[in-house]
């Protein structure tokens, strides 16, 4: 009897819940590589992170010019079969110091480069956690129910892209980032 009871409130009570209706969906697109793109935070990131990186393609270009000399050179001087044990001991050790150098040389490439991804990855946050308050503020005043990434989308009207609202907002709120993320915490890489 308890149980029939229990079923006919339940049942009371969720028959208006789903008679209810929603209102109809206000959709907003942002294209936030634009925002990333085009905002003047971006644009002053963009010319700081290019300069790193084209420093860091110059010592690249710079390294391989250099070990490559170096290893024409070091193969040419490779002790003829039957040389000296003396020579072969010396030549061993030129390799060995060519290969360490080259290792270290390799190591430090791959550090820029992880430290240029980092710097790039903490722009991007820069810029979208400064967006989303204004993207917030924009939703209100359309009415918005929903923000969808332009790249979500197949199809829209170009009548509900308020990228260039947020662009325009962004630059007043937000006109520079850090391209030099905080420090990691100790004992963390």
Do not use: W
């Amino acid at each position: 009897m308890k149980t029939k009871l229990i079923l006919a409130a339940l049942a009371a009570v969720s028959t208006p819940v789903l008679a209810q209706t929603l209102p109809p969906p206000v959709v907003i697109i942002v294209d936030m590589d634009r925002v990333i793109g085009e905002s003047a935070a971006g644009k002053q990131a963009s010319g700081e992170l290019k300069t790193r990186n084209d420093a860091n393609q110059a010592r690249l270009a710079s390294l391989r010019t250099q070990f490559g000399s170096e290893g024409e050179t070091l193969q040419k001087s490779a002790p003829a079969q039957g040389a000296a044990p003396a020579a072969v001991t010396a030549f061993q050790g030129k390799v060995r110091d060519f290969q360490t150098r080259q290792q270290t040389a390799e190591a430090d490439l791959q550090k820029r480069d992880r430290d240029f991804q980092i710097s790039r990855q903490y722009v991007i946050k820069q810029i979208n956690d400064g967006a989303q308050p204004v993207i917030t503020t924009v939703m209100r005043e359309r009415g918005a129910t929903i923000v969808l990434a332009e790249g979500a989308t197949l199809q829209h009207s170009s009548a509900i892209d308020v990228t260039a609202d947020v662009i325009a907002r962004l630059d007043k709120a937000l006109p520079r980032v850090s391209t030099t993320p905080p420090a990691a915490p100790a004992g963390t890489k």
